[in-house]
């Protein structure tokens, strides 16, 4: 397969560079380039979506002895970085039909808690969370910032406002499944530009000061060589993303056109429907999956956020999180797929269900 010109030249680049590491020229004019891009005063890339959120919580403050809220929602990916802090989890359920926390809920658990330095939201599936202004004025009232888990949002937006760039800080993965790859990769966004430097800080093994932990969560020349060869084409994945969408969306049976809550303007990473008949969503996982369309709860071991055997610790009911997780079922928009073949499998699985 012939590669974008682009993408060659930026490569060249880094494979002459004298200094291909973290350090490089290459990792400082990715990191202004994403700046530009998603509209946000500063970007530090890293080299992975997990490194971006375990340095944004820990600069944020969160270590063992703290607590992180989250979204009973978030999947294991969001969770793992953050339980690797050290900090306990305070999961809050989130909104009927939305991985989006209930601003009720989470008013009620950070009663009497000063123990709180961050709270985390994922605008799962891609889909712009609803309320996020309320949960903001709920956390902003405590000063405590929102961290933003945006690894399935790149280019969502809301009023005109990039997602992961809505509170202080925005953390995205360029795992290659992801709608920007560069195969394996990650960046923060913030307009703090003294949260910026602590984050890179953390992730450049803390300069070795001999004072506070650091990893080593540098990126190399190589991933910001490939970010920055394909960052000019993100636009055009996400437009492509949502023109698909919709074909698909007006493809499926009508049992299947109810989605997620949603405000603004979601990328389309997966098209999300909800079935409320459990045992018919059952099944029709099933028969999806019988039909090559692997649905998160196969491929990801995708439950609530409560579920898991690493955070029973922190488990309380969530019902909203359980019925998301359970009704929602992922439908693929990627290019390659036809959405009118995409559609028919989706309609069969339906049938059979
Ligand atoms: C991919 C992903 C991550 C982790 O990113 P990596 O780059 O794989 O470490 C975190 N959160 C969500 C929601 C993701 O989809």
Known sequence: MSRPPSEIAFLTRALNDPDPSGR?????????????TFNAPSAVALNSGSAALEASATALGARPGTSIVVSAAAPL??????????????????LP???????????????????????????LWGYPLPQQSKVLDVLEARGIPLIEDA?????????GRNVGTLGTVGCFSTHRMKLLSTGEGGFALTADPALAEKIRHYARIANLDGVSLGRN???SAFTAAIGLARLGSLHAVVDARRQRAQELLSLVPAGLSRQI????????????????????????????????????????????????????????????????????????????????????????????S
């Open 24 to 36: 490089s020229q290459l990792v400082a004019e990715y990191e202004s380039v994403l700046a530009r």
């Open 77 to 94: 990916p969001t969770l793992m970085p953050l339980i690797a802090t050290g900090a306990d989890l305070v999961f809050v359920d989130c």
């Open 97 to 123: 039909d939305s991985p989006g926390m209930d601003p009720d809920d989470l008013d009620r658990q950070l009663a009497g808690r000063s123990d709180i330095p961050a709270a985390v939201e994922v605008a």
């Open 151 to 159: 690894s399935h949002a790149h280019g969502a937006r809301v009023d």
């Open 217 to 219: 969560f540098k990126p």
């Open 261 to 352: 809550n949603f405000v603004g303007e979601p990328n389309y990473y997966n098209v999300v429907v909800l079935v409320d008949d459990l045992r018919r969503t059952e099944r029709l996982h099933a028969a999806l999956n019988d039909a090559g369309i692997t649905t998160d709860p196969v491929r990801f071991r995708y439950k609530p956020g409560t579920d898991h055997p690493i955070t029973q610790k922190w488990a309380r009911q969530c019902a909203n999180a359980r019925h998301l997780a359970t009704a929602a079922v992922q439908l693929p928009v990627d290019p390659g797929r036809n959405a009118g073949e995409t559609a028919d499998l989706v309609a069969c699985a339906w049938e059979r």
